[in-house]
């Protein structure tokens, strides 16, 4: 039995929309702690912007929801170029998702710094999260 599914989009939008509404059904249908890690750039945008309209359009919470970072760029959280500002303005802020459950890289610290810091929030949380 296959663990994938193909699936064939118009376009970055399209592929951005289908990825909120898998990430919605496979988070908001529960209020167990899940946790998931995020990344950044323009389709990454699309998709933070998606996930709020379907769970906001739904009534369906994501507070439950941990959320960390796949990547991040060495800058400060209110940078331009920051993934978690990104995160922030168009999917937590919107949301209202609570500041315990955002996990984000400190792009602003030394980077091995920051990485090891990551990492330790991440084990330090991991058993409780899916």
Not at 38 to 44: D, E, K, M, T
Not at 46 to 53: E, G, I, N, S
Not at 63 to 92: G, Q
Not at 108 to 114: L, N
Request: aromatic letters at 8%; proline letters at 6%.
């Amino acid at each position: 039995m296959a663990n994938w599914e193909l699936k064939s989009c118009a376009d970055s939008t399209a592929v951005a929309v289908q990825c909120a509404a898998e990430f919605i059904s496979w988070a908001a249908p529960t209020s167990a702690p899940r946790s998931v890690a995020l990344s950044g750039g323009r389709i990454a945008q699309d998709f933070f912007r998606a996930v709020a309209r379907l769970a906001k359009g739904g009534g369906q919470s994501l507070a439950h929801v941990h959320f960390f970072w796949a990547d991040e760029r060495c800058v400060p959280p209110d940078h331009a170029e920051s993934n978690y500002r990104s995160a922030a303005e168009l999917l937590f802020t919107p949301l209202g998702l609570p500041s315990q459950n955002l996990h984000r890289i400190r792009g602003e610290a030394e980077p091995e710094f920051a990485a090891r810091e990551a990492e330790s929030e991440l084990r330090r949380l991991a058993p409780t999260c899916s």
